[in-house]
Nanobody, 118 residues
Framework: EVQLVESGGGLVQPGGSLRLSCAAS????????MTWVRQAPGKGLEWVSG????????DYANSVKGRFTISRDNAKSTVSLQMNSLKAEDTAGYFC???????????WGQGTQVTVSS
């Protein structure tokens, strides 16, 4: 069974940091690009960041560029999102996804909540 399980969310003050992790199983992890997508309260889905299967190419939404870093460990089938200088507008449920050209955003995790509040 395919599973993506996010962890690491929580409550943090503005300016703080948080590291999200996603553990994958049930598919060939190193054949898939991985992304993080978020959904803020009352808003639609927003793509945040992506990393290619080999882990040597990354991209970020302008809203998080310079503050967030995506990485992956193919030996452990995990992907992470290091979030620094957090802002209130980063408050959202964060989801990791697995995607290929043939099967875009094929798999989704259950999400983990990040709340940035003073």
């Amino acid at each position: 069974e395919v599973q993506l399980v996010e962890s690491g969310g929580g409550l943090v003050q503005p300016g703080g940091s948080l590291r999200l992790s996603c553990a994958a199983s049930g598919f060939t992890f190193d054949k898939y690009a991985m992304t993080w997508v978020r959904q803020a309260p009352g808003k639609g889905l927003e793509w945040v960041s992506g990393i290619n299967p080999g882990g040597d190419a990354t991209d970020y939404a302008n809203s998080v560029k310079g503050r967030f870093t995506i990485s992956r460990d193919n030996a452990k089938s995990t992907v992470s999102l290091q979030m620094n200088s957090l802002k209130a507008e980063d408050t959202a449920g964060y989801f990791c996804t697995a995607t290929t050209g043939s099967f875009p955003y094929a798999y989704w995790g259950q999400g983990t909540q990040v709340t940035v509040s003073s």
